[in-house]
Structure formats: C-alpha cells, structure tokens
C-alpha cells in the first residue's frame, strides 16, 4: 500500500513541478529549473517502478502519459513566457498537440510536444556557461541506462506504431499496458 501511495504522490507531483520549473525560466532561476526538471524526469521513472511493486492499482496509474503530457507543456509555456520561443508558436503549438492527444489517444502525439519541450530544454542547458546545469544531462544518461530496455522495446516502438497509425489515418492508442491501471 505505501509504494502505491508513493507512486501517486510522485506522480501527481510532476503537476506542481511542471508549473514551477515554468515559473523558474520565466524568473531567470536556470539552476532551479534545470533540478525541477531532472527531478520530473526520475520521478516518472520511478513512479512506475513502486507502481509495478506494489502490485496495486494506483490513483494516477492511468492519468501517467496525460502527467507527462502536462510537464512538457508547461516547459514550453515558461520557455515562451520567458521570451526563448515566440509565444504565438509555442501557445498553437501546445493547443494543437493537446488536442490532437486528448482526441486520439495516441501516444506518439504526447511523446512529440514533450520531445519539443525537453529538446529546447536540452539546448537551453547545453548552451548555459553555467557548468552546473550539466546535471540533468548526466541524470538523463543515467536514467536512460536504468531504462534502456523499456526505451527499447517500449517506448520508441509506441512512438513509431502511433505515427504509422497517424501515417495511415488509423487509431492507435498505445500499447495493452498503457490502457490498464499500474499495478
């Protein structure tokens, strides 16, 4: 019972985080940015790992890719609010591929805006003179070493069979295990 309780709670923390790392670039705090949003990223790795042990249906279990979703909007948001994107791009942008997601379902559509954010996000760190916010590209490398496997033979074909179904005007709404709770 507390690795569910735990789970939901890193899950719906990702809420508050999206909002604040916004709030960060908007403030010109690249540093508490770049930690929210390192921690964003393992919290969704780890949200699912104590998901999966509790062996419990979770509160957010089904809502986990529309959190996802929510983080790297609010990334753009506070990249357009802060001046680094043009606001009428991002906003339609952002309108559009959530729409798209909310109607379809289809993964690749969420994975698309939050690879938009993370990328410019990436890019933003990367072009830093502060050494210091090479942390999140360390931790993206250490998660993605933790989650090589499911990277693989989860996630890019999820993101591959959604733009085919998109491709050929069909509906996909992800893998069987996506459509049920966490456990």
């Known amino acids: 019972m507390l690795a569910a309780a735990l789970a939901d709670l890193l899950t719906a923390s990702r809420l508050v985080m999206g909002v604040v790392a916004a709030a960060a670039l908007v403030a ?8 929210l949003l390192t921690t964003a990223w393992a919290t969704d790795v780890f949200d699912g790992r104590l998901a999966r042990a509790s062996k419990r249906k979770t509160l957010f279990a089904s809502a986990d890719l529309m959190v996802d ?3 790297g909007a609010c990334v753009i948001v ?10 009428w791009l991002a906003y339609s942008g952002i309108v559009a591929l959530s729409l798209a ?14 690879g938009i954010a993370y990328g410019a996000s990436l890019w933003l760190i990367y072009r830093s003179p502060d050494t210091t916010l ?11 070493v933790l989650e090589y496997e499911k990277f693989f033979s989860k996630v890019l074909p999820m993101f591959f069979r959604g733009i085919a ?3 050929k005007r069909e509906r996909y709404e992800g893998p069987d295990d996506l459509k049920t709770p966490k456990r």
């Open 101 to 114: 997601y909310l109607w379809t379902k289809n993964p690749a559509v969420s994975q698309v805006l939050q």
């Open 78 to 87: 506070g990249l357009a609010l802060s001046g680094r994107v043009s606001g």
């Open 165 to 167: 179904a998109i491709v």
């Open 69 to 71: 979703t929510w983080v």
């Open 28 to 35: 010109e705090e690249l540093n508490l940015f770049a930690i």
């Open 134 to 144: 090479a942390i999140p590209l360390g931790t993206l490398a250490v998660l993605m």
